[in-house]
């Protein structure tokens, strides 16, 4: 088989989108498994001894351990918020006509555009005169004004999708509405709702503006204490990436998972 | 009895009256409403005060608009927004044509496997925490051993010292914004591609063999709802940009990277001046309304 040039110029091209892409996450990667002196040797060290003694240094690390599990408990319990809350929500804008409708759906969309600075400032304040920073439950609660409307546009589109005959025939049977979101939209809309979840979960993980400012020292989380190496003369590059390593690789694991609806997580489905 | 016809059978038992929808959307509203609304309108509140948490003992005393008109005089807050305008305009077009290339890749037929990797590594910068892409761009960038100057080297061009220098680092939070976000460009243009009918495209490539022609008369209509959300989601994501930059070079040197984001986050909580922050971040707002107002006019107009 001859190879011609278009496919040669064509398979070129994808290489460089593949090393384009990886490229900053395996420099990450590969610095987690040098020794301090190799990251820090002028030129860079491609082939190089590989050391497990960062991880093994942030596996003992309380500091690391206890913001990691701190994300774990804020992404997963703004997650369940935000499902729980979000699908019934979906299901009525996906089922039901009603006055004010549109201008609902757009408030849940405009949520997408705001800078979280703009509800730091006043959170904070009001944080601090209710004795709530530096808790779980200020960052769970704040992080539902982007996850909230992410799951209810996603929950909406696959709602929309069930076709109604199910339903008619469940109201034939005598099924009340409450019945037959439990019953049918919840079990039928299931991949939606996990999709939902899981972009949830990405979104509060990879948070960083809300958990600086809200948190001090007892419920820090990954993204921060990560960056909170990032002072003092020497810094100890493989820890860093090491960090930086263990909290990428769960959330790009389930961005992987979503990967096909990546746009419509982004964009809130304006482009389908 | 008489009624709409297009209207489906209403049943006059529980869970089918005209308050059932409510009942599905309060919580969600009613939340949304306390952690969203309400600190919202407290913003408002405290930007018509004098609020400076580092000097309690002035209190908070109501002051008018002072808080706005010294907002809206300070040169660097206005040095902050055109930073921020300058930042959307040098790498949105990257963004663009760069995606678009890579769309166009991942369209054309053969080479199934390279395809489906090049296809699933885009993902990787989407979901990279971009506290940890600032990380990055440490490492990248650093001037005694970062590959970045290891590049430049090969390339014949002296080292830079990227974080250390207005240029530099500019260009830096530029690159790594490129980084992350090109492969959003492309996976939205991809989309459109892939909606471009089989046939239409088949009889377009009999009649001329020009990529360009094709690109521009047969692909560009399909492209163009994408490269609108681009637009303006792009210019809403700029406008949030904080992580990233916070963590590369906290604003600095001097104020070459000091994008909107930032510069509120330091009014607030390094000078905790949270009166006047509070107004910038209200003036901030306004722009994002009117960002995402346009946004559901051009894009969600077959709703209404």
Redesign the interface.
């Known amino acids: 088989m001859r190879l011609s040039s278009g496919k040669i110029l064509h398979a070129i091209g994808l290489t460089a989108v593949i090393l384009f892409t990886l490229f900053p996450f395996y420099w990450m990667v590969s610095a987690s498994f040098k020794t301090q002196s190799d990251i820090l040797a002028s030129p860079p060290v491609w082939l190089f001894a590989p050391t497990l003694d960062h991880y093994r240094e942030i596996f003992a690390d309380s500091k690391v351990l206890g913001a990691v599990g701190n994300s774990l408990i804020i992404a997963t319990a703004t997650t369940a918020l935000a499902v729980m809350l979000g699908a019934p929500a979906a299901f009525a804008l996906a089922r039901y006509e009603f006055r004010g409708k549109s201008d609902l759906w757009f408030w849940f969309i405009s949520n997408r555009m705001k800078s979280p600075i703009v509800l730091a400032l006043p959170v904070y304040i009001l944080a601090l005169q209710l004795k709530m920073l530096d808790t779980h439950l200020v960052l769970i609660l704040i992080y539902l004004t982007f996850n909230l409307p992410i799951v209810v546009w996603i929950c909406t589109d696959q709602f929309k999708s069930i076709p109604p005959d199910l339903e008619q025939a469940a109201r034939l049977d005598g099924a009340d509405q409450f019945t037959i979101f439990r019953k049918i939209y919840l079990p039928l809309g299931a991949p939606g709702i996990a999709v939902s979840a899981i972009f949830s979960f990405i979104f509060s993980w990879n948070e960083l503006l809300y958990a600086l400012v809200l948190t001090r020292r007892d419920v820090q989380t990954a993204p921060v204490v990560a960056t909170s190496f990032m002072s003092g003369y020497e810094l100890p590059w493989g820890k860093i990436m090491a960090t930086g390593t263990v909290i990428v690789l769960p959330v790009t694991i389930f961005a992987l998972i979503v990967s096909r609806h990546m746009v419509r997580g982004l964009t809130m489905g304006a482009t389908k | 009895m008489p009624g709409p016809v297009s209207k489906p059978h209403i049943?006059p038992?529980?869970?089918?009256g005209?308050w059932?929808?409510?009942w599905?959307?309060a919580?969600?509203?009613l939340?949304?409403f306390i952690?969203?609304i309400y600190?919202?309108i407290?913003?408002v509140v405290?930007s018509f005060r004098r609020?400076n948490?580092a000097r309690p003992r002035d209190g908070f005393p109501f002051i008018g608009l002072e808080n706005y008109t010294s907002v809206l005089t300070d040169s660097t807050f206005w040095a902050s927004l055109f930073l921020t305008a300058k930042f959307y305009v040098t790498v949105l077009p990257v963004e663009v044509a760069l995606g678009l290339?890579?769309a166009l890749?991942?369209h054309?037929t053969?080479?199934g496997f390279?395809?489906s990797?090049?296809?699933?590594?885009?993902?990787?910068?989407?979901?990279?925490?971009?506290?940890?892409?600032?990380?990055?761009g440490?490492?990248?960038f650093n001037r005694?051993?970062g590959?970045a100057?290891?590049f430049l080297?090969r390339l014949g061009i002296g080292a830079l010292d990227w974080l250390g220098s207005q240029t530099g680092a500019f260009a830096a939070i530029v690159i790594?914004d490129i980084?992350q976000w090109?492969?959003?460009c492309a996976?939205?243009f991809l989309?459109?591609l892939s909606?471009v009918p089989g046939e239409i495209e088949e009889a377009a490539r009999l009649e001329t063999s020009s990529k360009w022609a094709m690109l521009k008369h047969v692909q560009l209509p399909y492209l163009m709802?994408?490269l609108t959300?681009l637009l303006i989601?792009r210019s809403?994501d700029v406008?949030?940009l904080?992580?990233m930059v916070?963590?590369m070079t906290r604003g600095g040197p001097g104020s070459a990277t000091d994008l909107v984001?930032i510069y509120?986050?330091r009014v607030?909580?390094r000078i905790f001046d949270?009166g006047t922050?509070?107004a910038q971040?209200?003036l901030?707002?306004i722009i994002?309304?009117l960002?995402?107002?346009l946004?559901?006019r051009v894009?969600?107009k077959e709703?209404?």
């Open positions: 049943r038992n529980r869970g089918y005209r059932t929808p409510f599905f959307l919580p969600a509203v939340t949304l952690i969203g600190p919202t407290f913003a405290t609020y948490i290339m890579i890749l991942l054309k053969g080479m390279l395809k990797l090049a296809r699933v590594t885009l993902v990787v910068p989407l979901a990279t925490t971009y506290a940890v892409v600032g990380l990055i440490r490492l990248i005694d051993f590959v100057n290891w080297d790594m980084w090109t492969p959003f996976l939205i989309a459109g909606m709802p994408g959300a989601l809403a406008l949030k904080f992580d916070f963590v984001s509120i986050q607030g909580f949270l922050a509070s971040a209200i901030l707002l994002t309304i960002i995402s107002r946004y559901i894009l969600y709703v209404n």
